[in-house]
């Protein structure tokens, strides 16, 4: 190759391949092999510009005041540049590069102030065409020890670098290995993320279908226990009726589970970016009055000027959940539901405070988990799945807010979900 100076960049010229018996060319480490299979692993090779590698060539060729700054990374029969100053090229032999004699050593610096006067460099192409006579390259060194290129200043006149410069570069080398740690770890994410995304959609797909192909079986099974029973009442003893009255207690649990499931996977293709003003009055009185409390119920609703915005299918879903169970599980004569919120600074605040029996605090990790019960019957005497809860620890997190929950055992519960203004 051949160089000459523009105004700003060197641009190159491709020619007969240069006499390498007048040179030495560069060597080949011992452990290249494991070398490149570590450099392949970033998947950067050929890859596009990008800012953060073009700020650290930027600002070594600024400091060091030279003509050329490079980032390159050594291939198998290439020295490639993933970022360059003073240069309109990708790549260049690895043959004749002077960062390939760098990473042959990768705990020392490669410092030649005059190559003209050095024997392993005056006869590089590079060299006797006037392109570069002093360099000085840092070998990029991953954290397994593998050389990985150098981040190098080239200056067309010889040049001695201060020792503050120096350590300047050797500072920005190790920018570099961080920069494609951060990139290797993030296509290792991404694969991680594509292994395990496909196998739950198939759990979420396969979950989905069983639900739906469950209920209609299931809603046979309890017509026709409640048939069975009222037609062959006369016909049964206690222990027969007893029998059948089992059979639809286990179906219609089963079929509370099934709807729960089905109500899970219902919100995770759920928009939640669709804002609009919520008036949280208004919305909580028409989730008690689709709840229909039955028995002695106190009902606290939010002020009238209470609005914010947010997503109202999915708030609306939280809500109805927690004073849902605020009622199933009230063991009191006379319950009480608080539907209220709390302006903070950068948030809102919705709360759902109930009088109800408590949840210990050592469960309350549980309660959010899919199928998380506390084991305890609701006042109609049945047992919950464990699903609202979960759904609707979901649901908030995909309104980017959270969830808290405060107790004490005999006096109530208070869940506060808190989300950005």
Same mark, same amino acid.
């Given at each position: 190759?051949?160089?000459? =100076?523009?105004?700003?960049?060197?641009?190159?010229?491709?020619?007969?391949?240069?006499?390498?018996?007048?040179?030495?060319?560069?060597?080949?480490?011992?452990?290249?092999?494991?070398?490149?299979?570590?450099?392949?692993?970033?998947?950067?090779? /050929?890859?596009?510009?990008?800012?953060?590698?073009?700020?650290?060539? *930027?600002?070594?060729?600024?400091?060091?005041?030279?003509?050329?700054?490079?980032?390159?990374?050594?291939?198998?029969?290439?020295?490639?540049?993933? %970022?360059?100053?003073? *240069? /309109?090229?990708?790549?260049?032999?690895?043959?004749?590069?002077?960062?390939?004699?760098?990473?042959?050593?990768?705990?020392?610096?490669?410092?030649?102030?005059?190559? *003209? &006067?050095?024997?392993?460099?005056? /006869?590089?192409? #590079?060299?006797?065409?006037?392109?570069?006579?002093?360099?000085?390259?840092?070998?990029?060194?991953?954290?397994?020890?593998?050389?990985?290129?150098?981040?190098?200043?080239?200056?067309?006149?010889?040049?001695?670098?201060?020792?503050?410069?120096?350590?300047?570069? =050797?500072?920005?080398?190790?920018?570099?290995?961080?920069?494609?740690?951060?990139?290797?770890?993030?296509?290792?994410?991404?694969?991680?993320?594509?292994?395990?995304?496909?196998?739950?959609?198939?759990?979420?797909?396969?979950?989905?279908?069983? %639900?739906? /192909?469950?209920?209609?079986?299931?809603?046979?099974?309890?017509?026709?226990?409640?048939?069975?029973?009222?037609?062959?009442?006369?016909?049964?003893?206690?222990?027969?009726? +007893?029998?059948?009255?089992?059979?639809?207690? %286990?179906?219609?649990?089963?079929?509370?589970?099934?709807?729960?499931?089905? &109500?899970?996977?219902?919100?995770?293709?759920?928009?939640?970016?669709?804002?609009?003003?919520? !008036?949280?009055?208004?919305?909580? =009185?028409?989730?008690?009055?689709?709840?229909?409390?039955?028995?002695?119920?106190?009902?606290?609703?939010?002020?009238?000027?209470?609005? #914010?915005?947010?997503?109202?299918?999915?708030?609306?879903?939280?809500?109805?959940?927690?004073?849902?169970?605020?009622?199933?599980?009230?063991?009191?004569?006379?319950?009480?539901?608080?539907?209220?919120?709390? +302006?903070?600074?950068?948030?809102?605040?919705?709360?759902?405070?109930?009088?109800?029996?408590?949840?210990?605090?050592?469960?309350?990790?549980?309660? #959010?988990?899919?199928?998380? @019960?506390?084991? @305890?019957?609701? !006042?109609?005497?049945?047992?919950?799945?464990?699903?609202? *809860?979960?759904?609707?620890?979901?649901?908030?997190?995909?309104?980017?807010?959270?969830?808290?929950?405060? %107790?004490?055992?005999?006096?109530?519960?208070?869940?506060?979900?808190?989300?950005?203004?």
């Amino acid at each position: 190759m051949a160089f000459c =100076e523009s105004e700003e960049k060197v641009h190159t010229y491709i020619f007969a391949s240069p006499n390498l018996n007048l040179m030495k060319p560069a060597p080949i480490p011992a452990n290249d092999r494991q070398r490149l299979d570590a450099l392949l692993s970033y998947k950067v090779l /050929d890859s596009d510009p990008e800012k953060d590698f073009d700020d650290i060539t *930027l600002l070594a060729s600024e400091i060091c005041e030279t003509p050329i700054s490079i980032i390159t990374l050594l291939d198998e029969q290439r020295q490639w540049f993933k %970022s360059s100053v003073g *240069l /309109d090229i990708r790549e260049a032999d690895r043959e004749i590069s002077f960062c390939g004699h760098a990473i042959a050593e990768p705990d020392q610096n490669l410092i030649v102030e005059n190559a *003209l &006067e050095d024997e392993r460099f005056r /006869d590089n192409p #590079f060299v006797t065409q006037g392109t570069v006579v002093s360099y000085a390259g840092i070998p990029i060194v991953n954290p397994e020890g593998f050389a990985l290129g150098t981040l190098c200043v080239i200056d067309n006149k010889a040049k001695k670098l201060e020792p503050f410069q120096i350590k300047v570069l =050797e500072k920005l080398a190790n920018q570099i290995t961080k920069l494609l740690e951060l990139r290797r770890n993030n296509y290792r994410l991404a694969e991680s993320h594509n292994d395990l995304a496909q196998p739950y959609k198939d759990l979420e797909q396969f979950s989905h279908v069983v %639900s739906h /192909d469950l209920k209609s079986p299931l809603n046979n099974i309890m017509q026709l226990s409640e048939f069975f029973a009222d037609m062959y009442a006369d016909k049964l003893d206690d222990h027969g009726k +007893q029998m059948i009255g089992y059979i639809g207690q %286990s179906a219609k649990e089963l079929k509370l589970l099934v709807d729960g499931i089905l &109500e899970h996977y219902k919100y995770d293709s759920l928009d939640v970016t669709q804002r609009e003003k919520i !008036r949280l009055r208004e919305l909580g =009185e028409y989730i008690v009055n689709l709840l229909n409390a039955d028995g002695d119920f106190e009902f606290v609703h939010a002020d009238e000027k209470v609005r #914010f915005w947010s997503n109202k299918m999915a708030l609306g879903q939280i809500l109805y959940n927690l004073v849902a169970n605020a009622i199933k599980y009230n063991d009191k004569e006379t319950g009480t539901v608080e539907i209220g919120s709390i +302006q903070h600074e950068n948030e809102i605040e919705v709360y759902v405070k109930d009088n109800g029996p408590g949840i210990p605090e050592s469960q309350f990790r549980k309660i #959010f988990e899919i199928f998380g @019960t506390l084991g @305890t019957n609701d !006042r109609s005497g049945n047992k919950g799945t464990g699903i609202g *809860l979960s759904t609707v620890s979901k649901l908030v997190q995909k309104l980017g807010g959270r969830i808290e929950v405060e %107790s004490q055992m005999g006096i109530g519960s208070t869940f506060r979900i808190y989300l950005r203004k």
